[in-house]
T-cell receptor
Framework: DQQVKQNSPSLSVQEGRISILNCDYT??????FLWYKKYPAEGPTFLIS?????DKNEDGRFTVFLNKSAKHLSLHIVPSQPGDSAVYFC?????????????FGGGTRLMVKP | GAGVSQSPRYKVAKRGQDVALRCDPI?????LFWYQQALGQGPEFLTY????????KSGLPSDRFFAERPEGSVSTLKIQRTQQEDSAVYLC????????????FGPGTRLTVT
């Protein structure tokens, strides 16, 4: 039973446009959400996070939105750049009772075309 | 500063061999995690240490998998009698605080069992 799902395995966007990556979760005990970016042959790199007490967190070109009622989060990248091309993973954790781990989605491969 | 390092980066083992994978976490990080990432999937939790104490090993797939962190710094993941299904990338991550916070990943060790 996948607790964190990324339903789009890939996304292609033109340089300068907005990239929107989506993630859904099922475990209501999750209260902290993270996005990681992964290049080939490297480990995942932390990008941005959001606590369940917020519905938006912004860091430069990256903004994460959280809709708790829908159990959905999204990552917006504006404007998209070719260097953003990578696999993006969303992950979830819980401060209280959601396990001693990050639970990851399956990833979305983003391709930003020049 | 130095990030999480892992060695070896690549390991080929014949079925039935034992392997040992090493992780050097970020200095001062209390928490250390091991994840297994199969091709095309997100990382999956294996085990968690807080200092030298292994607090959670619920993700270890069988008793052939063993992890230790004797001095609360470097950790070793050992796989005995490797099987083909053990082929994956093994990721180590460390965190300044607990598991629900940002975790910083190493580059991984790609294990191929032939």
């Amino acid at each position: 039973d996948q607790q964190v799902k990324q339903n789009s395995p890939s996304l292609s966007v033109q340089e300068g446009r907005i990239s929107i990556l989506n993630c859904d979760y099922t475990n209501s005990m999750f209260d902290y959400f993270l996005w990681y970016k992964k290049y080939p042959a490297e480990g995942p790199t932390f990008l941005i996070s959001i606590s369940s007490i917020k519905d938006k967190n912004e860091d430069g070109r990256f903004t994460v939105f959280l809709n708790k009622s829908a159990k959905h989060l999204s990552l917006h990248i504006v404007p998209s750049q070719p260097g953003d091309s990578a696999v993006y993973f969303c992950a979830a954790s819980g401060f209280i009772a959601a396990g001693n781990m990050l639970t990851f989605g399956g990833g979305t491969r983003l391709m930003v075309k020049p | 500063g130095a990030g999480v390092s892992q060695s070896p980066r690549y390991k080929v083992a014949k079925r039935g061999q034992d392997v040992a994978l090493r992780c050097d976490p970020i200095s001062g990080h209390v928490s250390l995690f091991w994840y297994q990432q199969a091709l095309g999937q997100g990382p999956e939790f294996l085990t968690y240490f807080q200092n030298e104490a292994q607090l959670d090993k619920s993700g270890l797939p069988s008793d052939r998998f063993f992890a230790e962190r004797p001095e609360g710094s470097v950790s070793t993941l050992k796989i005995q009698r490797t099987q083909q299904e053990d082929s994956a990338v093994y990721l180590c991550a460390s965190s300044l605080r607990g598991p629900a916070y940002e975790q910083y990943f190493g580059p991984g060790t790609r294990l191929t069992v032939t």
